[in-house]
Nanobody
Framework: QLQLIESGGGLVQPGGSLRLSCAAS????????IGWFRQAPGKEREFVGY????????SYAGFVKGRFIISRDNAMNSAYLQMNNLKLEEAAKYYC???????????????WGRGTQVTVSS
Protein backbone atom coordinates (compact mmCIF):
# COMPACT_ATOMS: atom_id res chain seq x y z
CA GLN A 1 0.00 0.00 0.00
CA LEU A 2 0.93 3.59 -0.46
CA GLN A 3 0.66 6.11 2.32
CA LEU A 4 -1.08 9.17 0.93
CA ILE A 5 -1.15 12.70 2.29
CA GLU A 6 -3.15 15.48 0.68
CA SER A 7 -2.31 19.16 0.99
CA GLY A 8 -3.08 22.48 -0.65
CA GLY A 9 -6.62 23.01 0.49
CA GLY A 10 -7.83 26.37 1.72
CA LEU A 11 -10.20 29.24 1.12
CA VAL A 12 -10.83 30.43 -2.41
CA GLN A 13 -13.37 32.78 -3.94
CA PRO A 14 -15.85 31.58 -6.55
CA GLY A 15 -14.12 31.55 -9.90
CA GLY A 16 -10.75 31.10 -8.25
CA SER A 17 -8.17 28.36 -8.56
CA LEU A 18 -6.48 25.95 -6.21
CA ARG A 19 -3.90 23.22 -6.66
CA LEU A 20 -4.06 20.19 -4.43
CA SER A 21 -1.19 17.79 -3.92
CA CYS A 22 -1.12 14.12 -3.00
CA ALA A 23 2.24 12.94 -1.63
CA ALA A 24 2.84 9.20 -1.57
CA SER A 25 5.29 6.89 0.11
CA UNK A 26 5.70 3.21 0.77
CA UNK A 27 5.61 1.44 -2.58
CA UNK A 28 6.44 2.06 -6.23
CA UNK A 29 4.27 5.07 -6.96
CA UNK A 30 4.15 4.59 -10.71
CA UNK A 31 2.44 1.21 -10.26
CA UNK A 32 -0.73 2.89 -9.04
CA UNK A 33 -3.57 4.86 -10.49
CA ILE A 34 -4.37 7.91 -8.38
CA GLY A 35 -7.97 8.95 -8.06
CA TRP A 36 -9.33 12.19 -6.67
CA PHE A 37 -12.65 12.30 -4.86
CA ARG A 38 -14.56 14.87 -2.84
CA GLN A 39 -17.14 14.80 -0.12
CA ALA A 40 -19.31 17.68 1.05
CA PRO A 41 -21.10 17.57 4.41
CA GLY A 42 -24.18 15.38 4.24
CA LYS A 43 -23.32 14.06 0.79
CA GLU A 44 -21.70 10.92 -0.53
CA ARG A 45 -18.11 10.88 -1.61
CA GLU A 46 -17.95 11.45 -5.36
CA PHE A 47 -15.44 10.78 -8.09
CA VAL A 48 -13.56 13.75 -9.53
CA GLY A 49 -11.00 12.07 -11.77
CA TYR A 50 -8.06 9.73 -12.00
CA UNK A 51 -4.69 9.46 -13.65
CA UNK A 52 -2.88 6.30 -14.69
CA UNK A 53 0.41 5.22 -13.20
CA UNK A 54 2.34 6.38 -16.25
CA UNK A 55 0.47 9.68 -16.34
CA UNK A 56 -0.55 9.13 -19.95
CA UNK A 57 -4.22 8.46 -19.27
CA UNK A 58 -6.76 10.56 -17.37
CA SER A 59 -10.46 10.48 -16.84
CA TYR A 60 -12.78 13.03 -15.28
CA ALA A 61 -16.29 13.29 -13.94
CA GLY A 62 -18.71 15.12 -16.18
CA PHE A 63 -19.03 18.13 -13.91
CA VAL A 64 -15.33 18.94 -14.36
CA LYS A 65 -15.95 20.16 -17.92
CA GLY A 66 -12.34 21.04 -18.60
CA ARG A 67 -11.88 23.05 -15.42
CA PHE A 68 -9.77 20.52 -13.51
CA ILE A 69 -6.51 18.88 -14.52
CA ILE A 70 -4.90 15.90 -12.82
CA SER A 71 -1.18 15.38 -13.21
CA ARG A 72 1.59 13.48 -11.51
CA ASP A 73 5.33 13.53 -11.04
CA ASN A 74 6.51 10.00 -10.42
CA ALA A 75 10.02 11.15 -9.61
CA MET A 76 8.55 13.16 -6.76
CA ASN A 77 5.99 10.50 -5.76
CA SER A 78 3.27 13.09 -6.07
CA ALA A 79 0.01 13.70 -7.87
CA TYR A 80 -1.84 16.97 -8.31
CA LEU A 81 -5.33 18.28 -8.86
CA GLN A 82 -5.44 21.71 -10.45
CA MET A 83 -8.90 23.21 -10.02
CA ASN A 84 -9.95 26.31 -11.93
CA ASN A 85 -13.14 28.35 -11.94
CA LEU A 86 -14.29 26.83 -8.66
CA LYS A 87 -17.96 27.08 -7.76
CA LEU A 88 -19.58 27.60 -4.38
CA GLU A 89 -21.04 24.10 -4.43
CA GLU A 90 -17.60 22.57 -4.87
CA ALA A 91 -16.61 23.27 -1.30
CA ALA A 92 -15.76 19.86 0.13
CA LYS A 93 -13.05 17.71 1.57
CA TYR A 94 -10.91 16.41 -1.27
CA TYR A 95 -9.24 13.02 -1.09
CA CYS A 96 -6.71 11.13 -3.14
CA UNK A 97 -6.72 7.36 -3.30
CA UNK A 98 -4.72 4.66 -5.04
CA UNK A 99 -5.60 1.55 -6.98
CA UNK A 100 -3.87 -0.80 -9.38
CA UNK A 101 -6.57 -0.40 -12.01
CA UNK A 102 -8.71 2.40 -13.36
CA UNK A 103 -11.96 3.06 -11.57
CA UNK A 104 -14.53 5.69 -10.76
CA UNK A 105 -16.17 4.17 -7.72
CA UNK A 106 -15.06 4.62 -4.14
CA UNK A 107 -15.21 0.88 -3.54
CA UNK A 108 -12.60 0.30 -6.24
CA UNK A 109 -9.91 2.21 -4.39
CA UNK A 110 -8.05 0.39 -1.66
CA UNK A 111 -6.23 3.11 0.12
CA TRP A 112 -7.06 6.71 0.97
CA GLY A 113 -5.48 9.81 2.36
CA ARG A 114 -7.16 11.82 5.10
CA GLY A 115 -8.26 14.61 2.81
CA THR A 116 -7.74 18.35 2.54
CA GLN A 117 -10.50 20.89 3.00
CA VAL A 118 -11.48 23.24 0.19
CA THR A 119 -13.72 26.15 1.08
CA VAL A 120 -15.28 28.23 -1.68
CA SER A 121 -16.74 31.45 -0.40
CA SER A 122 -16.97 35.10 -1.30
Amino acid sequence: QLQLIESGGGLVQPGGSLRLSCAASGRIFSNYYIGWFRQAPGKEREFVGYISGSGFSESYAGFVKGRFIISRDNAMNSAYLQMNNLKLEEAAKYYCADDQAAGTGTAEYENWGRGTQVTVSS
